[in-house]
Structure formats: structure tokens, C-alpha cells
């Protein structure tokens, strides 16, 4: 800030002499003494004095007479008036001040004590000058206009300043106006030295030393605003600049191809409780579903859907932006760079959907980009659950063969056996038992005939001796039945122990068949949770290539490269700052 410099007043007095030295010590030519502000010096008693008015028209009078004009001093009021001196040099005496003069002083004062400013005193002193007035100030300039009423404050208007003109008779009968004269400021003539001091109070030097503090702040402020600037326009307008006229004038439109599809599995009808409780939700399928978005966003799928579609020969096109477009003898590294950048993958696990946008240059090639990788999803899928159904699977298969094997080799040993017998060695040996038995009972009756005989005083010698032969027969009989229930037909295995071996064989062939038949129920018991284990692949929104171009979004774009760059560089900024501080400490 600045302020307005500050005029000091500066009262010029004249020494007294008394009435008779006056002009004795003019014509000596002695040099006057000023008398000083601190104390001055009051007239003798009795001697008149003159007001300020009274002065001026004396001094107007002895214009022709004074040598060199003096300036008019106003009339400090408490301080007695010093004795004035006419043109020839004398002092003038025994002159009274007038009621007139004295209102004038008054009014002066009045006007004075209004606090007008320096521009309306200016303005009351042309105002009087073109109204032919003779000031002697600009307080008495005031005062005149005021006398004559006139508002000396009052702008005048472009009709003020119109002169009316008359009839050229009238203009040359009247006779010419005398020009107004014009009383300007006399000066003093200088008295010794009047050259103001070189010495500054210790308030205006304070005052200059503050305006000086205050002008080099500024110059500092707008020194760093103006670097400040300078980075920020570096730093951050010209790159977002840059960023947005890539944007909006070279990049290539791009569209997006947006899918989504679920995994789920089979409905399960059996199973532990935990696993018919997580059955149909998206917990049961979380792995795999993250492991279909781990494939299709891998360097495999990618190279599937270069051999399949051409990837990487649909981003060497010319049309596309250098920034976009691959060379033509382009690595798999940096086409997979690219795929990565324009194939987004996103799954929800609350709600078990996978999300895929597929981004090409025109918008059937991004369709059928997306089919082809849906596809690929679709096999990954069924291959995740195809080893385990295929091992058990394969594993029931071999378990039933294996009892069909046990239980034929079991049929073969029993129809061996029973080819060496007879077709029922059971039947055969009961009905030896019951021939056994049915001779053991004709021996025993035949046996208590011959007693009763042999128990008679004359018994008949015929009926003992035919009783004796049949007992005979009926024991030798019994014997073979014995021998023959006992041993084989051959001679050399028991009949009894070729019906053990068969009873045995017959155990294994009912157990081959229990096994047989729980391998068979095995068998179907895996293949029906081998299809529980099936995971299907649902597309529940499908491709459908745009109309429009989706990227590049370009306000997004440059709104985000502005706000990163300004981030970048207040980091930098606060961190060069704490650096600096740090190191000045």
C-alpha cells in the first residue's frame, strides 16, 4: 500500500521594529530579524493593528511604489497583530480594524474551520477567476461565491458554458467587456536559505522504510506467482494439454463387446448336509469360476484366439494410433501386453457371475472375439470336472470287472467239481443214508427172527440157516452201502469231501456273485455322482457387438490425467519442501 504524501505549512512572519527605527534601519539597510514561533513578540500597548483585509488593500494601492510583491499572511486568531508597513517603508499607525473586516475574518475562519479539501478549494478559486472575482485565497475565493450566490461546488452543464450571441448591431454597439483580472499566488522573494532541510523525521523514514518492506513483499509475491505458474504450466497444463488433444484428435475409437455368464453344477439329490446346504449356490462354484477367469485371462486363451481369430494381425492394422497398434513383427510378450489391456475379466462373488468386456477396432471382430473366448470358458469348465469323473469312474468299472472274474472262475471250479461226481452229491449221499437205513432195518428184524428161532427148545434148522444167510447178506450189504458212502467212485477221494469241495465252490460262486453285484451298484452309484459333478457353463447375457465407439472416453480421460498430475506434483512439492526445511534446520 502507498500513501499520499503529506505538505507541511510553513509560516512566514515578519519582525517588528518600532515606529520610529523603521525607516533609519531601512536606510541603513541592517537585515530584519524574523521574530520566532516559540515566542512571540506581542505589540507595544496602545499601538493599533490591522486585519488581514486591511493589509491587502493598503498593499493593493502601493503596488506601483513596493519594489518586490509580498505574500499575504492569514491572521492566526489568539495572536496579536504585528504592525504593517506602507510602500514608502514607514509604519503605519493608529489604524483600527472595521466591523466589515472583522465579519470577514470570521467567515474566513468559519469556511476554514468546514474542512473542505484541497480539489474544492481548487475548483471555488477557477470558479470566482471565471466569474471575475479577486480572491485573495481560496477560503476568501469560497466566501465571495458564496456572497454573490453562487454554489462554488456545483459542476456546471454544457449550457452554462453556451454564451448567447445577439444581432451583429448589438454585438458591435457594445462595447468591449474588460478582461477580469486575474490575481494568481505572488511569491516571496527568498530570504537567506529556503531550501527545505535534508534531514526526514524518524516517522517519514519509518513510513518510507514500511512503503519499502511493503513494495519488495510484492515484488516477491508476484515473483513467485509468477514461477509458480511457470510449474504448474510445465508440469501439469501442457501434459494435460497434450493428453487431451491425443484423446480427442488421435486416438482410434475402440468398441467394447460386453458379456456375463455363471458356472453352476448339476442338482445334487443325496450327499452330507454341508454339501446339499452350498448345492446351487455360488459357493460351490467359487473355484471354479475363478479358475475359468485366471484361463481366459492367461497367455493360453490368447494364443488360442491368435491361431483361432488373427489377434495379434487386427491390432497391426494402419489405421490404428502408433500408441495402440502393434508392430508387425510383434513379440507374444507385447501382444499380450495389449490383450491384457482390452480383455477385462471381473468376478462377483456374492453374486457368482463373471463379467467380460472384449475391446477391438471395429465392433464384429470385439463380438466375435467374445464368442470365441465364451467358448474356451465353456471347455475349461467341463475339463475341470472330467478327470475326476473319469477316475471314478474308471475306478467302479474296474471293480465290476473284477467280480464278474472272481465270480466266473468260482462257476468254472464248481462245474469242474460236479463234472467229476455226480450232478448232486447231496441227493446221492441221502439217498445211500436212506438205503443205509433200510438195511439196518431189515438186519435188525432179520436179526430178532433168528433169536426167536435159536431161543426154541427144537428150533428149525432150515429157517436159522436161511435167517443166517440173510442176516449175512443184509450185513455185507450195509457194509458196502457204508464203504460206498465213503469212498469215490475212483477210489481214491470220499465222496463226502467231493461234496465239501463242492459246498465250498458253491460259497465262493454266492460270494462272486455278492461282489458282483455290489460292483454293479458301485458302478452306478459313481456314475450318478460323477453327473452331480458336472459344471455347466450358463451365458446369461449375450455379445452383441456395438454401434457406437465406447473408447477412448476422452473428458474422462483428461480429467483424470489433470488430477494425477496435480497429485504427482503436490507430492513432490510438499516432499521437496519438508526436504528443504529439513536441511535448512
Do not use: C
Amino acid at each position: 500500500m502507498t500513501t499520499k504524501p503529506k505538505a507541511k505549512k510553513f509560516r512566514i512572519r515578519r519582525s517588528t521594529h518600532p515606529a520610529g527605527a523603521s525607516a533609519e534601519s531601512r536606510q541603513d539597510g541592517a537585515p530584519q530579524e524574523p521574530q520566532s514561533d516559540a515566542a512571540p513578540r506581542p505589540a507595544a500597548p496602545g499601538q493599533p493593528t490591522r486585519s488581514y483585509l486591511s493589509d491587502v488593500r493598503s498593499r493593493s494601492q502601493a503596488t506601483a511604489a513596493a519594489p518586490v510583491p509580498r505574500r499575504p499572511q492569514a491572521q492566526v486568531p489568539g495572536r496579536p497583530k504585528r504592525p504593517e508597513r506602507a510602500a514608502d517603508g514607514k509604519t503605519i499607525e493608529g489604524l483600527v480594524s472595521s466591523a466589515l473586516e472583522t465579519s470577514v475574518d470570521q467567515e474566513i475562519d468559519a469556511i476554514r474551520n468546514e474542512g473542505l479539501t484541497g480539489q474544492q478549494l481548487r475548483m471555488a478559486r477557477r470558479v470566482a477567476q471565471k466569474r471575475g472575482l479577486a480572491p485573495t485565497s481560496d477560503f476568501d475565493a469560497v466566501r465571495l461565491l458564496r456572497a454573490n450566490g453562487i454554489d462554488p461546488f456545483k459542476r456546471s452543464t454544457m449550457l452554462e458554458l453556451v454564451v448567447p450571441q445577439g444581432n451583429d448591431n448589438e454585438q458591435q454597439a457594445k462595447p468591449p467587456a474588460k478582461p477580469a483580472k486575474t490575481q494568481l499566488p505572488q511569491t516571496v522573494p527568498p530570504q537567506g536559505q529556503t531550501l527545505p532541510s535534508t534531514e526526514v523525521s524518524p516517522a517519514e523514514r519509518r513510513n518510507a522504510e514500511i512503503m519499502d518492506i511493503q513494495r519488495d513483499i510484492e515484488r516477491r509475491r508476484r515473483r513467485k506467482l509468477t514461477l509458480l505458474l511457470t510449474r504448474l504450466a510445465f508440469f501439469i497444463f501442457l501434459p494435460t494439454l497434450l493428453v487431451g488433444w491425443y484423446y480427442y484428435f488421435v486416438a482410434t475409437p475402440l468398441y467394447a463387446t460386453k458379456s456375463e455368464f455363471l458356472i453352476l453344477e448339476a442338482d445334487a439329490t443325496g450327499g452330507s448336509a454341508l454339501g446339499g446346504l452350498l448345492s446351487g449356490t455360488q459357493f460351490a462354484t467359487n473355484q471354479d469360476a475363478i479358475a475359468v477367469q485366471s484361463y481366459l485371462m492367461s497367455r493360453d486363451a490368447m494364443k488360442r484366439l491368435d491361431q483361432d481369430m488373427g489377434y495379434k494381425a487386427h491390432y497391426t492394422q494402419d489405421h490404428i494410433d502408433p500408441i495402440k497398434r502393434l508392430p508387425p513383427d510383434a513379440s507374444d510378450e507385447a501382444a499380450y501386453k495389449i490383450y491384457k489391456r482390452n480383455v477385462k475379466i471381473g468376478y462377483d462373488p456374492t453374486e457368482g457371475v463373471v463379467r467380460m468386456e472384449v475391446i477391438a477396432a471395429d465392433p464384429q471382430t470385439s463380438a466375435a472375439f467374445s464368442e470365441h473366448l465364451i467358448s474356451y470358458a465353456e471347455e475349461r469348465v467341463d475339463e475341470l470336472s472330467r478327470r475326476k469323473r473319469e477316475d471314478q469312474m474308471r475306478e467302479a468299472r474296474a471293480s465290476l470287472e473284477m467280480a464278474k472274474q472272481e465270480r466266473r472262475e468260482a462257476q468254472e471250479r464248481l462245474v469242474k467239481l460236479q463234472e467229476g461226481t455226480l450232478l448232486d452229491p447231496e441227493g446221492e449221499m441221502a439217498s445211500i443214508r436212506a438205503l443205509i437205513n433200510n438195511v439196518e432195518m431189515q438186519l435188525q428184524d432179520k436179526d430178532l427172527q433168528l433169536q426167536t428161532q435159536l431161543n426154541n427148545a427144537r428150533p428149525n434148522r432150515s429157517k436159522v440157516q436161511a435167517l443166517e444167510t440173510e442176516t449175512r447178506l443184509l450185513r455185507a450189504e450195509l457194509e458196502k452201502q457204508k464203504s460206498r458212502l465213503n469212498e469215490a467212485a475212483n477210489g481214491d477221494t470220499s465222496l463226502a469231501a467231493k461234496a465239501a469241495q463242492i459246498q465250498m465252490a458253491q460259497a465262493d460262486l454266492a460270494t462272486a456273485d455278492l461282489f458282483l453285484q455290489s460292483a454293479l451298484q458301485n458302478e452306478k452309484q459313481t456314475a450318478l455322482e460323477a453327473n452331480r459333478q458336472v459344471r455347466y457353463l450358463t451365458t446369461s447375457v449375450r455379445p452383441v457387438a456395438p454401434d457406437d465407439a465406447t473408447y477412448p472416453r476422452a473428458f474422462e480421460n483428461t480429467i483424470l490425467a489433470f488430477l494425477v498430475l496435480s497429485g504427482v506434483y503436490l507430492m513432490v512439492s510438499l516432499t521437496a519442501s519438508i526436504l528443504r526445511e529439513q536441511v535448512s534446520s
